[in-house]
């Protein structure tokens, strides 16, 4: 039976333009490892692909061509046995000579899968894809499709493209792990029946990466799926971390060192601070490593509401980076019930307030929707105020800055049952409101909007301060 392909609607509509466009289509493909690019690409493409190849990591010219050559005669059959070509010009001249045995009346696929794994140590891959491109596909009816993991490598050396591909890339898309909403279709489509919190509790550990989730077993609780994933002996994500970036990156420590420095911070960091927490060098390598990774979507950079360029802030946004540095690397609890263990503790509490936090900032769609202004501009941002010897500490993680003179702030806050507003709570939400008009000296209005696991209780502290309440189930909407 086949697997149904959940979401992914922007992405199958550029897919279906390309095969249906009158001319051939170069089409670019990046997202992270295990965001489900390869499963988009041949669910969509799955009767037009004549001809897929994916890279080996690591492996040598000679194998890689090896590789090549089988998977033409495999794909043409006993019409065509092929010797090993020497170099990647012959091998594309080899795939031109079997493409042209195919009938092009109705347009054909090529999928060229993880090419920075085809392309190590400067095989010259590039070039006999440009040779194949421009001497012979650009003028036939086909979609050649390029896909590979590592996001920064595919933007500088194909999408950048300084010879012979050069502005050859005709479409692009960039696939983004599961929202909320697609996790949850996911499950549903499995016929697991998990709730919404029980679905944002695991997606603060996993994120929503497709090849993750596959694992998640139904008839188990979110507490035994982690306990069974990410602290059993053959737990699939107890060791995944460094292989990971070391599968993503070549000299893989920089980015590593800056992901740890990252998940130590709750505000996140400027470059300076970044370089200093991670014990890197600072040179021009760290603005590279910087990109690759907000690139292939662990990190988000922003900037604090009303600052310059020059204040970026970088924030670790990947969810099981953050859980494995937090719990399972170098920790001593293993087996089962450590989940439900962990989660009792202070350590968990800290952790699924900022993960939470996260997830929102990932789903700003979805809040604004639920607070009826998804046609108004916003600009997100967040502030910050060290503590004075005259002023205590304001922190405001969230701000959506709108195109019609309000600015919507946020208090977001994850809890086992209804919130409850405070006196002293309250008096802080004031003070923060206070402090971010005195600061900022704006003149836009400030509507208050509390973001929290099963919605407010409404007191005579909440009155006339919270504006509006939005629960887990407003983050689901599509």
């Given at each position: 039976?086949?697997?149904?392909l959940?979401?992914?609607?922007?992405?199958?509509?550029?897919?279906y333009?390309?095969l249906?466009?009158?001319?051939?289509?170069m089409?670019?493909v990046?997202?992270?490892r295990?965001?489900?690019?390869?499963?988009?690409i041949?669910?969509v493409?799955?009767?037009?692909?004549?001809?897929?190849i994916?890279?080996?990591?690591?492996?040598p010219?000679?194998e890689?061509?090896e590789?090549?050559?089988?998977?033409?005669?495999e794909?043409?059959?006993?019409?065509?046995?092929?010797?090993v070509?020497?170099?990647w010009q012959?091998?594309f001249?080899?795939?031109?000579e079997?493409?042209?045995t195919?009938?092009?009346t109705e347009k054909?696929?090529v999928?060229?899968?993880e090419?920075?794994?085809?392309t190590?140590?400067?095989?010259g891959?590039?070039?006999?894809l440009?040779?194949?491109?421009?001497?012979?596909?650009?003028?036939?009816?086909?979609?050649?499709?390029?896909?590979g993991?590592?996001?920064s490598?595919?933007?500088?050396?194909?999408?950048?493209h300084k010879?012979g591909?050069?502005?050859?890339?005709?479409?692009?898309?960039?696939l983004?792990?599961?929202?909320?909403?697609?996790?949850?279709q996911?499950?549903?489509?499995?016929?697991?029946v998990?709730?919404?919190?029980?679905?944002?509790?695991?997606?603060?550990a996993l994120g929503?990466?497709?090849?993750?989730?596959?694992?998640?077993k139904?008839?188990?609780?979110?507490?035994?799926?982690?306990?069974?994933?990410?602290?059993s002996?053959?737990?699939?994500l107890?060791?995944?971390?460094?292989?990971?970036?070391h599968?993503l990156?070549d000299r893989?420590?920089?980015h590593?060192?800056?992901i740890r420095a990252?998940?130590?911070?709750k505000?996140?960091?400027?470059?300076?601070?970044?370089?200093?927490w991670?014990?890197?060098?600072?040179?021009?390598?760290?603005?590279?490593?910087?990109?690759?990774?907000?690139?292939?979507?662990f990190i988000?950079?922003y900037?604090?509401?009303?600052?310059?360029?020059?204040?970026?802030?970088y924030?670790?946004?990947?969810?099981y980076?953050?859980?494995?540095?937090?719990?399972?690397e170098?920790?001593?609890?293993?087996?089962?019930?450590t989940?439900h263990?962990?989660?009792?503790?202070?350590?968990?509490?800290t952790?699924?307030?900022?993960a939470?936090?996260?997830?929102c900032?990932?789903?700003?769609?979805?809040?604004?929707?639920?607070?009826?202004i998804?046609g108004?501009?916003?600009?997100s941002?967040?502030?910050?105020?060290?503590?004075t010897?005259?002023?205590?500490?304001v922190?405001i993680d969230?701000?959506?800055e709108?195109?019609?003179q309000?600015?919507?702030?946020f208090?977001?806050?994850f809890c086992?049952?209804?919130?409850?507003?405070t006196k002293?709570?309250?008096e802080?939400l004031?003070r923060?409101l206070?402090?971010?008009?005195?600061?900022t000296k704006t003149?836009?209005?400030?509507?208050l909007?509390?973001?929290?696991?099963?919605?407010l209780k409404?007191?005579m502290?909440?009155?006339g301060?919270?504006?509006?309440?939005?629960?887990l189930?407003?983050?689901?909407?599509?």
């Amino acid at each position: 039976m086949s697997v149904p392909l959940i979401g992914r609607e922007a992405e199958k509509q550029i897919l279906y333009e390309a095969l249906q466009s009158q001319e051939a289509e170069m089409v670019a493909v990046v997202g992270r490892r295990r965001v489900g690019k390869t499963f988009l690409i041949k669910t969509v493409y799955k009767h037009q692909i004549v001809f897929s190849i994916s890279g080996e990591l690591n492996a040598p010219l000679k194998e890689q061509l090896e590789r090549f050559s089988y998977t033409i005669k495999e794909y043409a059959g006993a019409a065509l046995p092929l010797s090993v070509p020497q170099n990647w010009q012959q091998a594309f001249m080899l795939l031109i000579e079997y493409l042209k045995t195919q009938d092009f009346t109705e347009k054909k696929v090529v999928l060229l899968d993880e090419l920075p794994w085809l392309t190590s140590n400067d095989s010259g891959f590039l070039r006999g894809l440009s040779f194949f491109w421009n001497s012979w596909a650009v003028n036939q009816n086909i979609v050649v499709v390029v896909c590979g993991s590592a996001a920064s490598w595919m933007i500088q050396n194909l999408v950048h493209h300084k010879g012979g591909l050069h502005n050859r890339i005709t479409k692009r898309i960039f696939l983004k792990p599961f929202t909320l909403a697609e996790t949850q279709q996911f499950f549903q489509n499995k016929g697991f029946v998990f709730n919404h919190k029980e679905i944002v509790e695991l997606y603060m550990a996993l994120g929503g990466i497709p090849h993750y989730l596959k694992e998640v077993k139904g008839d188990k609780s979110i507490v035994q799926n982690i306990d069974q994933l990410c602290f059993s002996d053959t737990g699939f994500l107890k060791d995944a971390f460094s292989k990971l970036y070391h599968a993503l990156f070549d000299r893989a420590e920089k980015h590593i060192a800056i992901i740890r420095a990252l998940a130590s911070s709750k505000q996140g960091l400027p470059r300076h601070k970044i370089v200093e927490w991670s014990k890197i060098p600072e040179n021009g390598n760290t603005s590279k490593v910087l990109e690759e990774l907000e690139q292939s979507g662990f990190i988000t950079s922003y900037f604090p509401f009303g600052k310059l360029k020059k204040n970026k802030l970088y924030r670790l946004t990947d969810e099981y980076s953050l859980f494995y540095l937090q719990f399972i690397e170098n920790k001593i609890h293993v087996g089962s019930g450590t989940w439900h263990h962990l989660s009792q503790t202070q350590e968990y509490k800290t952790w699924s307030g900022y993960a939470f936090e996260s997830i929102c900032l990932k789903h700003i769609a979805s809040i604004k929707k639920a607070l009826g202004i998804s046609g108004v501009y916003s600009l997100s941002s967040s502030f910050y105020q060290k503590a004075t010897l005259d002023q205590l500490g304001v922190q405001i993680d969230l701000l959506l800055e709108r195109a019609d003179q309000i600015i919507q702030v946020f208090e977001i806050k994850f809890c086992n049952g209804i919130f409850f507003l405070t006196k002293e709570t309250a008096e802080s939400l004031q003070r923060k409101l206070r402090a971010f008009t005195e600061v900022t000296k704006t003149r836009k209005r400030l509507s208050l909007t509390l973001i929290t696991t099963y919605g407010l209780k409404q007191s005579m502290y909440s009155s006339g301060l919270v504006e509006h309440v939005l629960t887990l189930d407003d983050l689901f909407l599509a």
